[in-house]
Each structure stands twice: as C-alpha cells, then as structure tokens.
C-alpha cells in the first residue's frame, strides 16, 4: 500500500465489547491498525488483561410470527437456559414449573407474578428502579429473568414487594396470595444470599439490587442495612461512573441509558430522605454529578387497556427530583449555620433562604395540571402514577420548607404554620397512596414533629404559643394513628411523639403555665437561654448541641427486629 494510502486508514469500529470491557462496563476501543496486537482493544491493552470475546451474546431482532416457529424457538430457548443458569432459576423461568425440589415457595410463578403486580402498583412510580417494559413484557414471554445478574435483582424486588405485602402498604386492595407476605424473610434471605459484596462482576443489575436492599432497609427502619448497601451503591457507581454519562459505554441502548439515569437520582432521592431521617452526609451532591433526567416513556404502549392520556407521570417525578435538589442545599445549609466548626478556607457561602424558598415556589407554580393533587385511586395506571407524583411532591415542598424556615431562624409560629400546612395536605391525599409510599414519608413527618418539639423548647412559650404547637403535633400523632395498621414505623413514631408531647406538658407544668412562659429564660444581652427540665432531657440528650435536630435521638426510634440475623 502506498504511504499516502497507510496515512488514510481509520481504526476498525468495535461492534462487540470483548469480554473484560462487557463486565467492568468499560469502553472497548479497538487497537490501531499499527500496534502490534490487532487482536486485544485498547482498554484491556492498558489494563494488563486478556482480550477475549467468548461469551454468549444475546439475540437481537423480531421474533419469528408463526406460532409453531415461536414454540420451538421457545423451547430451545427454555432448554439452554435451564442448563446454563443456576440451581432453582429454571423453575422461575418455567411457567409450567411448580416448585423446585427442595419444596422452597421462592420460585413459585404465581407468587412472583404477584409480587411483580405490587411493584409495579405500589413501588414503581416512586422508585421505578426497572424499565417497566423489560420486566412486565420479560416475564410473561419468557426472556426475563436471562441469567443470574437477573435473578439477583429479581430476588431483590419480590423481597421489597413482600414485605409490603406483609405489612399491608400496598396501593390496591386487592390481596396478592397470602404465601407471599410469609416468605418476606426467606426472599430477603436469598437476596442478601445472592448479592455479592465486591466488585468482580460489576454491572446494572448490582446497582439495582443495591438500590432494592437499600430500600428495603430504609421501609423497615434497619439502619445497619441502609448503611451497608448505600456505600456498596456509592463504590459500584465509582466503578461503573455513574455520576457522569461521558463516561458511560457509548454502545449502550437508549433503554439502557434511559434505566441507569433513574436508578442515579432515585438512589439520590433515598440518599438526601436518609440525611433528612438519620443525619448522614450527602455523599453524591447535585452539583458533583453529569447526569441527565430520565424521559419515562421511551417504549410505545404495551399493557392493554392504557389510553395514554396520563402517560407522561414522569415529568411529576422529575419534578419531585428538583425538590429533592433543592432540599439537599436547605439541609447543608442548615447544618452549617449550626456547626461551630468552620471550613477550612473560612466561612462558606451558603445557600441564601430567600433563594430556597423562591425556588420551591418556582417549581410548585410550573408543575403540569396532573400533579397538583391527588386524586382518588381510579382504573388508569397513569393516573394513579400522576397521583404518586403529586402525593410525593407535596410532602417534599413542605419537607423543604420547614427546614429552610428553620435555617432563617424563622420564628415558632412561622414553623408551625409550614407544618401544619403540610399536615393539612397530606389529610387530602387519599389514604392508599400515604399507604403505599410508606416509611419514607411517615419518616419524614415524624421529623417535622421532632423538629417542631426541638423548636418549642428553644422559644419562651406562651400559652397561645403551646396550644399552637400541641394542637400541630396532635394533628402529626392522629395522621399518624390513622397508618399504624399498615406500617409498624408510623406506630413506634405515633407513640414516641405522644411520649414527647407528654414531657413538654410536665413541662409546662412544673415551670409555671400560669405566668405564660415555660422556664425562666434568662437573658445575656441579645442570647436566649432556655432553662431545660429533666423532662426535656429525654428529648434531647444534650441540649447544648444543637447542631443537627434531624438526627437528634430519632434512629433508636426505628428497630427492625429482623436486624440481628441479617448481615
């Protein structure tokens, strides 16, 4: 070839990752024409690794249309599969399979298909941690689950659905079958069982398993749990990088893009919920990371009786996101004001209240018609999905709000009228979706009520003052009571809010209501200091430590009595 030819020839465009770069979710780069190994990529010649290409790929096209071609496929497709996959799965993916031959419940078919129906109705639209076409579709023809990542996340997901199942939260009445609720404790068993704990395998599939469990722990209130698998979630992203889409594998789908946008900002969501409940950092910050908001429909229509009209449910949950954005920043502010250590190049620049509070006002004045209530359950599952959105972004706008007033060193009553405005909204959601979205959101009123009782004992309390604040927290312990059958979580905070409640009535008791003031409140020159009772030790342990209210005593509150037997 002439040298004016050998300047012109392009690298070859790889059309299969090799077998390194597929697992790490690397991009594979193809050698250049000369280099002196054509047949290794670039990626694995910079890793040190064999470059191989073994693997089995997966099928891709339309499936053939007559019938007898789709029943033999089928079959052959059943039989391979069965003999590549492991112990107990083949009996999942076999419909006619009843259960597997240690007698185990797990791969019953028509259990999963339940469980599968209560994701789909009641976690979904608020942690829509799958492509709904790939799972609903997968199921029912066969192709889902396609291996053990699959399986993995499958367990993951039947044993969050169990366990609302158990508990009652579901979004229908309708009862899936009653095996369902008491095997919650063996498909957590198995899911924690089948979810590694390294990184060997990286892929989607652990995210998503991480991202169920995390879940599943923050539902029942198992701190230990959401602490293990939020950081193994932060260290498999770091390998994967999935804060920054320039780095994703530039083969990927859109369906695959589209997955991995939502299980970053619903993982970020439950991440900034767990810094509101249990006062744990913010490890992944909005403004650290490149990736875009998840479009929702990105497949035509597949599940019958659907007209569309409600389709676009995830502009509400996007816009739950931006409030979940905004939150992060009034909590971090809000810290900061209250953290005598500074930072190491000074005092810095906080998120300003106005700005906040313009800003939620911003989102809550742009949100599309659907979303500005909920509205009661109906046959349409797009509707019911706005009502998801509306139901969420109502309790996240007020969250944000209390927190913020509280950054401005807003007075008591300006607190209480944010949460009494929040508790008078939350009374206008119909009872199944506060049912279904479960211990997140009783999490987060029960902290408004905290936060409430932390705000009175630092004011001087006038009787108008108390009857104001304890006709709040009446409101907060009667919503709560109207929970406690469907969510142990909502009657443990229920009875710790009546207890806290009680104390501040000893209180105003022993200090003298009469004279219209709780304590004696002496004054240094501008400086309240508030004269605490024994009975408000209880409370708050320490109350020259005012640093973090969220966080103040609340997490012994939430006991999972599972905790012990999972690892």
Same mark, same amino acid.
């Given at each position: 070839?002439?040298?004016?030819?050998?300047?012109?020839?392009?690298?070859?465009?790889?059309?299969?990752?090799?077998?390194?770069?597929?697992?790490?979710?690397?991009?594979?780069?193809?050698?250049?024409?000369?280099?002196?190994?054509?047949?290794?990529?670039?990626?694995?010649?910079?890793?040190?690794?064999?470059?191989?290409?073994?693997?089995?790929? %997966?099928?891709?096209?339309?499936?053939?249309?007559?019938?007898?071609?789709?029943?033999?496929?089928?079959?052959?497709?059943?039989?391979?599969?069965?003999?590549?996959?492991?112990?107990?799965?083949?009996?999942?993916?076999?419909?006619?399979?009843?259960?597997?031959? =240690?007698?185990?419940?797990?791969?019953?078919?028509?259990?999963?298909?339940?469980?599968?129906?209560?994701?789909?109705?009641?976690?979904?639209?608020?942690?829509?941690?799958?492509?709904?076409?790939?799972?609903?579709?997968?199921?029912?023809?066969?192709?889902?689950?396609?291996?053990?990542?699959?399986?993995?996340?499958?367990?993951?997901?039947?044993?969050?659905?169990?366990?609302?199942?158990?508990? !009652?939260?579901?979004?229908?009445?309708?009862?899936?079958?009653?095996? =369902?609720?008491?095997?919650?404790?063996?498909?957590?068993?198995?899911?924690?069982?089948?979810?590694?704990?390294?990184?060997?395998?990286?892929?989607?599939?652990?995210?998503?398993?991480?991202?169920?469990?995390?879940?599943?722990?923050?539902?029942?209130?198992?701190?230990?749990?959401?602490? %293990?698998?939020?950081?193994?979630?932060?260290?498999?992203?770091?390998?994967?990088?999935?804060?920054?889409?320039?780095?994703?594998?530039?083969?990927?789908?859109?369906?695959?893009?589209?997955?991995?946008?939502?299980?970053?900002?619903?993982?970020?969501?439950? +991440?900034?919920?767990?810094?509101?409940?249990?006062?744990?950092?913010?490890?992944? /910050?909005?403004?650290?990371?490149?990736?875009?908001?998840?479009?929702?429909?990105?497949?035509?229509?597949?599940?019958?009786?659907?007209?569309?009209?409600?389709?676009?449910?995830?502009?509400?949950?996007?816009?739950?996101?931006?409030?979940?954005?905004?939150?992060?920043?009034?909590?971090?502010?809000?810290?900061? %004001?209250?953290?005598?250590?500074?930072?190491?190049? !000074?005092?810095?620049?906080?998120?300003?209240?106005?700005?906040?509070? +313009?800003?939620?006002?911003?989102?809550?004045?742009?949100?599309?018609?659907?979303?500005?209530?909920?509205?009661?359950?109906?046959?349409?599952?797009?509707?019911?999905?706005?009502?998801?959105?509306?139901?969420?972004?109502?309790?996240?706008?007020?969250?944000?709000?209390?927190?913020?007033?509280?950054?401005?060193?807003?007075?008591?009553?300006?607190?209480?009228?944010?949460?009494?405005?929040?508790?008078?909204?939350?009374?206008?959601?119909?009872? +199944?979706?506060?049912?279904?979205?479960? =211990?997140?959101?009783?999490?987060?009123?029960?902290?408004?009520?905290?936060?409430?009782?932390?705000?009175?004992?630092?004011?001087?309390?006038?009787?108008?003052?108390?009857?104001?604040?304890?006709?709040?927290?009446?409101?907060?312990?009667?919503?709560?009571?109207?929970?406690?059958?469907?969510?142990?979580?909502?009657?443990?905070?229920?009875?710790?809010?009546?207890?806290?409640?009680?104390?501040?009535?000893?209180?105003?008791?022993?200090?003298?209501?009469?004279? !219209?003031?709780?304590?004696?409140? /002496?004054?240094?020159?501008?400086?309240?200091?508030?004269?605490?009772?024994?009975?408000?030790?209880?409370?708050?342990?320490?109350?020259?430590?005012?640093?973090?209210?969220?966080?103040?005593?609340?997490?012994?509150?939430?006991?999972?009595?599972?905790?012990?037997?999972?690892?």
């Amino acid at each position: 070839m002439p040298p004016s030819l050998a300047t012109r020839v392009k690298s070859r465009r790889v059309t299969q990752a090799c077998d390194f770069c597929h697992r790490r979710g690397l991009k594979c780069r193809a050698a250049l024409p000369d280099s002196e190994s054509t047949e290794a990529c670039l990626t694995c010649v910079e890793y040190g690794q064999e470059c191989t290409r073994t693997r089995r790929p %997966k099928k891709r096209g339309t499936k053939p249309r007559d019938m007898a071609d789709v029943a033999s496929l089928d079959q052959r497709h059943r039989v391979r599969r069965k003999r590549d996959l492991p112990a107990g799965l083949s009996d999942v993916v076999n419909p006619t399979a009843s259960l597997n031959s =240690s007698g185990s419940s797990l791969d019953n078919r028509k259990i999963i298909t339940a469980l599968l129906d209560v994701y789909l109705d009641t976690i979904h639209p608020s942690f829509p941690l799958f492509c709904e076409r790939e799972i609903w579709v997968g199921w029912r023809d066969g192709s889902f689950p396609d291996g053990p990542n699959d399986y993995m996340s499958l367990m993951c997901m039947c044993a969050l659905s169990a366990q609302h199942v158990g508990n !009652g939260a579901l979004f229908t009445d309708e009862v899936a079958p009653a095996e =369902s609720a008491s095997l919650a404790h063996d498909y957590l068993q198995e899911a924690v069982r089948r979810v590694p704990v390294d990184f060997e395998d990286p892929c989607i599939d652990l995210v998503r398993s991480y991202g169920f469990l995390v879940l599943l722990g923050a539902q029942n209130g198992n701190h230990p749990m959401v602490h %293990k698998y939020l950081g193994l979630y932060h260290g498999i992203c770091g390998q994967l990088n999935l804060h920054d889409e320039s780095r994703w594998p530039s083969e990927i789908t859109e369906c695959d893009r589209e997955v991995r946008r939502r299980l970053w900002w619903a993982m970020y969501r439950l +991440e900034v919920h767990t810094a509101c409940v249990l006062g744990n950092p913010v490890r992944s /910050p909005e403004s650290q990371c490149n990736v875009g908001y998840p479009c929702g429909l990105h497949h035509p229509a597949f599940i019958p009786g659907r007209d569309g009209q409600f389709e676009d449910w995830f502009a509400g949950w996007n816009s739950t996101t931006d409030l979940y954005r905004v939150l992060e920043h009034a909590i971090s502010d809000f810290r900061a %004001k209250r953290n005598s250590r500074t930072s190491i190049l !000074g005092d810095p620049e906080h998120a300003n209240t106005t700005r906040i509070a +313009e800003r939620l006002s911003m989102i809550q004045r742009d949100l599309l018609p659907q979303f500005d209530m909920a509205y009661s359950r109906s046959s349409d599952s797009g509707r019911n999905r706005c009502g998801f959105q509306a139901s969420n972004i109502l309790c996240t706008i007020h969250l944000a709000r209390m927190i913020s007033s509280l950054s401005g060193d807003s007075s008591l009553h300006s607190a209480c009228k944010t949460a009494d405005d929040m508790i008078s909204n939350l009374n206008s959601i119909p009872l +199944e979706y506060v049912r279904a979205i479960g =211990s997140p959101l009783v999490q987060q009123l029960a902290g408004v009520g905290h936060i409430l009782i932390g705000v009175a004992t630092r004011h001087r309390l006038s009787l108008i003052d108390y009857d104001l604040v304890k006709s709040v927290l009446t409101s907060i312990i009667e919503f709560l009571a109207r929970l406690k059958d469907y969510n142990k979580i909502a009657l443990t905070a229920k009875e710790r809010l009546a207890n806290q409640l009680a104390d501040l009535n000893r209180a105003m008791t022993l200090n003298g209501v009469s004279h !219209g003031t709780v304590g004696d409140n /002496p004054r240094t020159g501008d400086v309240e200091v508030f004269s605490w009772s024994p009975f408000l030790d209880k409370i708050f342990p320490d109350p020259s430590n005012s640093s973090d209210i969220f966080s103040a005593n609340l997490q012994a509150a939430f006991a999972w009595p599972y905790q012990s037997t999972i690892p």
